[in-house]
């Protein structure tokens, strides 16, 4: 099969199509004509680092990123050394499987707390940690900041502007942000903190916002035009931000999960062509 130049950007992250392990997705991406793979910790440990390496490079594709590390909100230090160790272990691991891009989701409140500021000023004093151990890698950490709905279990940054205050205090080489389609389209400023955030772009995602959404709202993700975002326009400013890497489609949707795995690749590369890539 000839590959599609229009595809020469577009990444399938792993969770979309959740019942497939690394090599299936590896395989998946193959027959589809997808070039790039967003792998996540949990598949790539059921085969080691090594393996799951070598069947990217044998199937000529490459990393985008790797999900996920973060969760660094804890207040007891015992929790807290544990999620140090983790997140270098998640380091090392994005170092092993060649991609410069290791997503952080830094997690909410811990359990029976209101300090919201408590629990931001414990994430920066994580990255501080973190990030000359990532920089030694060639690692980036890439601050993922999630929909305000998320903000008590999931995520306490939950603007791009905020992930940027962050992560400004760092070097570009170690700390970036992701820009995710799900979790900034709404925010009227953000334009001006994609334009912002210029290099520190480390990741860009995309899927639809769903309403109504599911009881379990992390299920609100969809295909691309099922949902109210206008992708063109972000996309458009990411790009002139500076942003020439790959445009990964992750999605959380049962009914999705549901699907034929080789039926949502189909989908989702028609779906980037005709949505995403639009003028």
């Known amino acids: 099969m000839t590959a599609d130049p229009r595809l020469a950007k577009l990444s399938l992250n792993q969770r979309t199509t959740q019942r497939w392990s690394v090599r299936e997705a590896v395989d998946g991406c193959v027959r589809a004509g997808i070039p790039a793979i967003g792998l996540w910790r949990e598949p ?120 940027l205050d962050l992560a400004e205090a760092f070097p570009t080489e170690q700390v970036g942000v992701v820009v995710d389609t799900f979790h900034v389209w709404w925010d009227p400023d953000v334009w001006r903190q994609i334009a912002r955030a210029g290099v520190r772009i480390a990741s860009f995602q995309v899927c639809d916002f769903l309403t109504p959404l599911p009881a379990d709202v992390l299920l609100g993700r969809g295909m691309m035009g099922d949902g109210h975002i206008d992708f063109p ?45 639009a003028d």
């Open 44 to 163: 790539v440990a059921e085969i080691g680092v090594p393996a799951a390496a070598k069947l990217v490079a044998d199937a000529g594709l490459r990393v985008s990123s790797l999900c996920r590390g973060g969760f660094l909100t804890a207040v007891d230090e015992r929790a807290r050394a544990e999620a140090l160790v983790d997140n270098r272990r998640a380091i090392d691991e994005a170092a092993g499987l060649g991609t410069d891009c290791l997503v952080l989701v830094v997690g909410g409140l811990p359990p029976g707390s209101r300090d919201l500021l408590g629990a931001r000023h414990r994430v920066a004093d994580a990255l501080a940690e973190l990030a000359p151990y990532a920089g030694e890698r060639g690692v980036r950490l890439a601050l993922e900041p999630l929909h305000p709905m998320y903000c008590a279990d999931r995520a306490v940054l939950s603007t791009l502007g905020q992930a």
């Open 233 to 277: 326009p972000l996309r458009r400013a990411v790009e002139a931000a500076g942003w020439t890497g790959d445009t990964e489609v992750e999605i959380f949707n049962a009914e999705v999960w549901a699907t034929d795995p080789d039926e949502v690749l189909a989908t989702m590369a028609d779906r980037y062509v005709e949505l995403v890539l």
